[in-house]
């Protein structure tokens, strides 16, 4: 059969399914995969063949909005601008399903187009039963605000003009299929979530899983990172420098892209800093994790029980943090307000909770993961 991925273009919203994609292919069928041709080559390896378009969300040196509807809005505008370039090569060539990331927004578009399902591979928590009413005035907020009114016309525009009539909070809110790809330990009022929702587990890509081009020294690790979309941090890690240099702990962190390692000036014998390391490697022998509390990160210390500092950012890491940390498997900083006392005080209480991780690793483990999940998505092409 003929699959459809319609994805991000953003790594951390592509390795989540990943694994699952390529399983596809590995059981016979054709997946044709679309996502900016900058991020072409992380999916290729899967198997697909590759529908690229012109991407336009930020990378590298870019930031996202701080205005979370404005950030939602780059989201929207990337579907609009890409949905010809999806129509020219789908319209010739119908797929049999869609399956979409979150931000693949023109994958439900196109299924009503054509009369197929569209599935969503949702690599975060999912809205629940009563989900408007519980958030209240903040969801609100951002909803009548300005740039979210503004959002929310364009995106019915867009719907209209492709013969849909649906509102557009509504649409984007409740999918009519999705696989959540998270641990349901992760989700927020997991007994109201709809019945269109479908837990399979993390999905953990084997190829990222068999990456050791990194190599463990004899020294417990202290990992850090804050992922990819917002990074930009020098201050955060210098404090982190100035609080674990020569100590007991080996200590590994991931800066990305858009912070220079010579600002960060000399580093102590126990310190390591990359641009980018195999995290899943890292993780798998890590004994206390700093991070920003993205869910993918989040779900991969979960998986290694590895036990979390979570400092989060923006968007859903307040949440995720807050999750963890009622877990019993986390504690929870203010950015604004870490200190180094803090810091260190907060990666001793981590360690601490060791035992408790491993007992929810166990749990995530349980999930069926990339071969429920694959046979959920054929299931829908049944």
Known sequence: MHIAMIGTTAPSH??????????????????????GDSLASIVEPAGVEVVPFTSRLPTGE?????DPASAMQ????????????HTAFYDDDQPDLFLYDIGGMTAPVLGVRYGVPAVQ???????????????GDALTSL?????????????????RENDIDAEPWEWITYPQHCLSLIPEVMQPNA?????????????????????????????????????????????FYRLCIETFGNTDWHVVISI????DPAVLGALPANIEVHEHVPQLAVLDVAMVFITHAGMGGCTEALWFGVPTVAIPQAVDQFGNAAMLAELGVGVHLEFETVTATMLADAVAAARE??????????????????????????????
């Open 143 to 159: 909803r009548e605000s300005k740039t979210g009114v503004v959002y929310r016309d364009s995106y019915a525009r867009w719907l």
């Open 191 to 235: 007994d109201r979530v709809p019945d269109s929702v479908q837990f399979v587990g993390p999905c953990l890509d084997p190829v990222r899983l068999d990456d050791r081009s990194w190599t463990a020294p004899d020294a417990p690790i202290l990992y850090i990172s804050f992922g990819t979309g917002y990074n930009e941090r020098p201050e």
């Open 256 to 259: 990305g892209r858009r912070v």
């Open 62 to 66: 870019e930031n996202w909005p701080e």
């Open 353 to 382: 909770l060791a035992s408790r991780a491993t007992e929810v690793s166990a749990e995530v483990r349980a999930h069926g993961g990339v071969e429920q999940a694959a046979s959920a998505v054929e299931a829908f092409l049944a």
């Open 14 to 35: 592509i390795y989540p399914s990943l694994a699952v994609i390529a399983e596809l292919v590995r059981r016979g069928h054709r997946v044709t995969y679309a996502v």
């Open 121 to 135: 591979l949702s690599p975060t928590y999912v809205a629940w039963d009563g989900y408007a009413e519980d958030l």
């Open 74 to 85: 780059v989201f929207l505008d990337e579907a609009i601008e890409s949905f010809p370039v």
